[in-house]
């Protein structure tokens, strides 16, 4: 058998553009739609002048935080990491690059109307059957113990993995057949 060669460090003749590497039916997609049809004029207005560097696009922290939302990352650290990392993120910012404070200040200050963009999101995606809110959470509190629920499983819980797991199978074995 044939091994390919690695490819890693290989020049490209044209980069390609971040949202092609995206597909088309994903969730960061309606985060764009809903994002950009919101109206945050009334937030802008607070940045039209003054000194110092340009402040970043609201639109586009407000697109960062209701995509990390729908993944359940609340922490403006890890955030500010997926933009620097992940290719969605690099999307939906523009290749910006905010800091883990510009977030956090961010989202202190635009409380609002981040829970507006989410719900929105949220209302749209489940209507159109992309998201499961299994998925999403309002409560970012994580704590390490023994006998915290994060190690114990409730019977529900193991049938609905057992489920999970069962429907993986089985989707493994329908991609097999094509």
């Given at each position: 058998?044939?091994?390919?060669?690695?490819?890693?460090?290989?020049?490209?003749?044209?980069?390609l553009?971040?949202?092609?590497?995206?597909?088309?039916?994903?969730?960061?997609?309606?985060?764009?739609?809903?994002?950009?049809?919101?109206?945050?004029?009334?937030?802008?207005?607070?940045?039209?002048?003054?000194?110092?560097?340009?402040?970043?696009?609201?639109?586009?922290?407000?697109?960062?935080?209701i995509?990390?939302?729908?993944?359940?990352?609340?922490?403006?650290?890890?955030?500010?990491?997926?933009?620097?990392?992940?290719?969605?993120?690099?999307?939906?910012?523009?290749?910006?690059?905010?800091?883990?404070?510009?977030?956090?200040?961010?989202?202190?200050?635009?409380?609002?109307?981040?829970?507006?963009?989410?719900?929105?999101?949220?209302?749209?995606?489940?209507?159109?059957?992309?998201?499961?809110?299994?998925?999403?959470?309002?409560?970012?509190?994580?704590?390490?113990?023994?006998?915290?629920?994060?190690?114990?499983?409730?019977?529900?819980?193991?049938?609905?993995?057992?489920?999970?797991?069962?429907?993986?199978?089985?989707?493994d074995?329908?991609?097999?057949?094509?």
């Open positions: 058998m044939v091994i390919r060669s690695d490819k890693i460090g290989q020049s490209w003749l044209l980069p553009a971040v949202s092609e590497l995206i597909p088309e039916d994903h969730i960061c997609n309606l985060v764009e739609v809903v994002v950009d049809n919101m109206d945050v004029s009334e937030i802008e207005q607070n940045y039209r002048s003054g000194p110092g560097n340009p402040a970043y696009s609201r639109r586009m922290l407000l697109r960062l935080v995509m990390a939302s729908a993944d359940a990352i609340w922490s403006s650290r890890k955030i500010a990491k997926l933009a620097h990392e992940n290719v969605v993120y690099m999307y939906l910012t523009g290749h910006e690059k905010p800091d883990f404070r510009t977030i956090c200040n961010f989202k202190k200050e635009c409380e609002g109307l981040i829970e507006a963009a989410f719900k929105e999101t949220v209302t749209i995606a489940k209507a159109l059957g992309i998201l499961n809110l299994e998925h999403i959470s309002t409560d970012g509190t994580k704590m390490k113990a023994n006998a915290s629920n994060n190690y114990t499983l409730s019977k529900e819980e193991i049938e609905r993995i057992r489920r999970i797991i069962a429907r993986g199978i089985a989707i074995k329908e991609e097999d057949k094509l």
